[in-house]
């Protein structure tokens, strides 16, 4: 059995259940000019309130100057594995519209932007690694964001490295089973 694989309690589509976060990237791998277009139109077709569509992406490849304004505010042991990755995304909430007024279910239509971008980057045989530990002020100053959009989180994406090129720790992390809550843990059923 590959711990790498989901134990589900009911089947889901194979794609979910192959679908996780690695810490190791291949170094080596570059994504060719295109390569995201999928990835980033499963995005755009994620349901959004009043399909507002409120989220916007800051795309960065190794290598860049922008890539390495990226991975400078990350924080904690993010640092160590996530410059690896062929691209770093910072994952942006339009908070507000134009004309000031809140977007209250901006992150969440953004959360759901990025499931559609995350499920479809392993259909294209790349992985994805959601990561909240960075600093946003410094990713707004970076890029000049205007308040009205809010940083969420970042992704990192590339192509399956391998788990020996990390420390100790993370390769623990790395090679451990996934685990999930029992699904009756999670859906509150009421009659």
Same mark, same amino acid.
């Given at each position: 059995?590959?711990?790498?694989?989901?134990?589900?309690?009911?089947?889901?589509?194979?794609?979910?259940?192959?679908?996780?976060?690695?810490?190791?990237?291949?170094?080596?791998?570059?994504?060719?000019?295109?390569?995201?277009?999928?990835?980033?139109?499963?995005?755009?077709?994620?349901?959004?309130?009043?399909?507002?569509?409120?989220?916007?992406?800051?795309?960065?490849?190794?290598?860049?100057?922008?890539?390495?304004?990226?991975?400078?505010?990350?924080?904690?042991?993010?640092?160590?594995?996530?410059?690896?990755?062929?691209?770093?995304?910072?994952?942006?909430?339009?908070?507000?519209?134009?004309?000031?007024?809140?977007?209250?279910?901006?992150?969440?239509?953004?959360?759901?932007?990025?499931?559609?971008? !995350? %499920?479809? *980057?392993?259909?294209?045989?790349?992985?994805?690694? /959601?990561?909240?530990? $960075?600093? @946003? =002020? +410094?990713?707004? &100053?970076?890029?000049?964001?205007?308040?009205?959009?809010?940083?969420? !989180? %970042?992704? *990192?994406?590339?192509?399956?490295?391998?788990?020996? /090129?990390?420390?100790? $720790?993370? @390769? =623990? +992390?790395?090679? &451990?089973?996934?685990?999930?809550?029992?699904?009756?843990?999670?859906?509150?059923?009421?009659?």
């Amino acid at each position: 059995m590959n711990p790498r694989i989901a134990q589900t309690s009911a089947p889901v589509i194979d794609t979910l259940a192959e679908r996780w976060s690695p810490r190791a990237f291949d170094a080596e791998h570059s994504l060719p000019e295109g390569a995201l277009r999928g990835v980033f139109e499963a995005a755009r077709w994620a349901p959004s309130a009043n399909n507002s569509q409120p989220w916007r992406f800051i795309v960065t490849r190794r290598g860049s100057e922008s890539f390495a304004a990226i991975e400078e505010t990350l924080v904690g042991f993010n640092r160590e594995w996530a410059g690896s990755a062929a691209a770093l995304i910072v994952n942006v909430a339009e908070v507000e519209d134009a004309e000031g007024k809140p977007r209250p279910w901006a992150e969440y239509d953004l959360g759901q932007a990025v499931a559609h971008l !995350s %499920v479809q *980057a392993h259909s294209e045989g790349l992985h994805v690694h /959601q990561i909240g530990g $960075f600093d @946003r =002020e +410094r990713i707004s &100053a970076a890029f000049g964001l205007e308040p009205r959009f809010r940083p969420v !989180s %970042v992704t *990192a994406l590339g192509a399956l490295g391998s788990h020996e /090129q990390l420390s100790e $720790f993370l @390769r =623990e +992390r790395e090679v &451990a089973p996934r685990t999930r809550l029992d699904l009756e843990e999670l859906v509150l059923l009421r009659d």
